[in-house]
């Protein structure tokens, strides 16, 4: 009995480890979700919103698996007048019987440097792991040694990061769960949340009057392992966006966007294919992106608007 809680205990860990943090194609318009130096770097308050379902239409075959699910929900906003920026991100993992949410704000201080501007930014929260034993299936029904219904725990989550800022590139490197936080989930044993670690990178060419081109890439660790992934998005009169990128050993995708009502709401669709590793029983991930900005906040007093009809 006590062999087959280790076994259930092991697929969920696996589960969790393999996929440790929510996966999205949309990267380098979530940069905050990486990188807490972003915080304000865009210098305007942006209200963002991603959903992802990787794997579309996946069932298991044994009980209640599943393709993953995920969503993040961010804000920053510029601090200009103390050279800062704040933020906070909301992420949702669902992965069949077990879910990962976490809550965090990032402060990011925006250092100039020459025409360049360079972030330093810390974040803090709390990551919540779930699983709901009552959706999976024991072997001997009724073993003491087993977890029943919904388990969920808490704890800290710290993470800092560095962004480098310029019209024509960017360049970051962060690192999440420095602290690595441990959860039993009502187990005498412990799974540890491992530090993540992200390098990204963009440059911005123009090719014409109206198109640019941008080559971007993402790598990601655990400090053990990595996968990468590289492309480029085409921005046709800084409107419209094309674009396409492969991730090592996994998948190539394409993105198709626009950005609206003057730049300040954008709109985006990624869909995933997979094109290495073993054959996937559903072959597409889909990813829909929202994301609306504002004037960056103001401080001290209203400017005076001289006119000849007015006297001072």
Do not use: C
């Not at 991100?89 to 992965?95: E, G, P, W, Y």
């Not at 390098?199 to 990595?226: A, E, H, Q, R, W």
């Amino acid at each position: 009995m006590r062999k087959i809680y280790y076994i259930i205990l092991l697929v969920v860990s696996f589960g969790a480890n393999a996929q440790q943090d929510a996966q999205f194609t949309h990267y380098i318009y979530n940069q905050l979700f990486l990188n807490p130096a972003t915080a304000g770097s865009e210098n305007v308050t942006r209200f963002q919103a991603i959903y992802r379902t990787q794997y579309l239409g996946y069932q298991s075959t044994f009980d209640d698996g599943g393709a993953p699910v995920s969503q993040v929900i961010s804000a920053n906003v510029p601090l200009k007048m103390i050279k800062s920026g704040v933020g906070l991100t909301f992420v949702n993992d669902k992965i069949g019987a077990s879910t990962q949410r976490d809550f965090k704000l990032s402060y990011a201080y925006q250092m100039p440097i020459g025409g360049s501007q360079l972030g330093i930014g810390v974040s803090g929260g709390f990551f919540n792991r779930g699983i709901d034993y009552s959706r999976l299936r024991a072997r001997d029904e009724g073993d003491p040694l087993l977890a029943t219904g919904r388990v969920s725990q808490s704890a800290v989550d710290l993470g800092a990061g560095l962004y480098l800022n310029n019209p024509s590139y960017t360049l970051g490197l962060s690192m999440n769960h420095i602290n690595e936080p441990k959860f039993g989930l009502g187990t005498a044993a412990n799974n540890t949340l491992k530090r993540s670690a992200y390098l990204t990178g963009s440059v911005l060419i123009g090719v014409s009057y109206t198109v640019d081109v941008s080559p971007m890439f993402i790598i990601k660790s655990d400090l053990n392992s990595f996968s990468a992934e590289a492309g480029a998005i085409a921005t046709y009169d800084g409107r419209y966006w094309l674009g396409a990128s492969y991730r090592t050993g996994d998948a190539g995708s394409a993105l198709i966007g626009a950005n609206l009502m003057d730049g300040s709401l954008r709109v985006g669709y990624a869909i995933d294919v997979i094109v290495g590793g073993k054959n996937a029983k559903s072959a597409t991930s889909h990813e829909l992106l929202l994301s609306y900005s504002l004037a960056a906040l103001r401080a001290g007093k209203k400017s005076i608007v001289r006119t000849p009809r007015y006297r001072y």
